[in-house]
């Protein structure tokens, strides 16, 4: 099972079935601040669609296409990140994430991002990650911008969230850049 400790505290895991009561609490008390960037949220409402969720993503895991996986903080799921889909041929991915908002401020987020990063470049052997973040989203924006990411462009209404489009900020960062 794929498991990356980050340090004392953290851990990424990949998301298992067992996981989904745990993970449906975790995304309902953050409900409110997660709805404002998230499009699932309104969709989630009940424990099988967090276990559905779960079994698309093991089906994306053992695809070799990518996987989602908790953040685990002091043995509780706090968020969760992943790579939306690999694509082996041009050795590229994008990733995304997302963290309770009890959880926000503690620099978990960086460091679980630093984490998939250098899974995505070391063990993976990619070359090119992509982050995209809604224009406004700031929080998830200052993710890439800590870490070095080039802002490539503003993909103009690139995301439908409940009854509006969202335009999204374009970040990426390639291996050798990473590597310096």
């Known amino acids: 099972m ?16 067992y996981d989904a009561a745990e993970l449906f609490a975790v995304t309902k008390s953050s409900a409110v601040s997660l709805r404002e960037w998230l499009p699932f949220i309104d969709s989630n409402e009940s424990i099988a669609d967090t276990q559905q969720f779960i079994r698309v993503s093991l089906k994306q895991f053992s695809n070799n296409d990518g996987f989602q996986a908790a953040i685990v903080f002091k043995e509780k799921i706090v968020g969760v990140i992943g790579f939306h889909q690999i694509n082996w041929q041009n050795k590229s991915t994008s990733l995304g994430y997302w963290l309770s908002k009890d959880y926000e401020g503690l620099g978990i987020m960086t460091k679980s991002v630093r984490a998939l990063i250098n899974h995505a470049f070391l063990d993976l052997q990619l070359n090119r990650i992509e982050i995209r973040a809604a224009v406004e989203n700031k929080r998830s924006r200052a993710i890439p911008e800590r870490l070095g990411f080039t802002v490539e462009g503003i993909s103009r209404q690139s995301e439908w969230l409940y009854d509006h489009y969202v335009d999204h900020t374009v970040y990426s960062i390639l291996s050798e850049e990473w590597h310096k």
């Open 2 to 17: 794929f498991t990356v400790k980050v340090d004392d505290d953290l851990k990424l895991k990949l998301l298992q079935e």
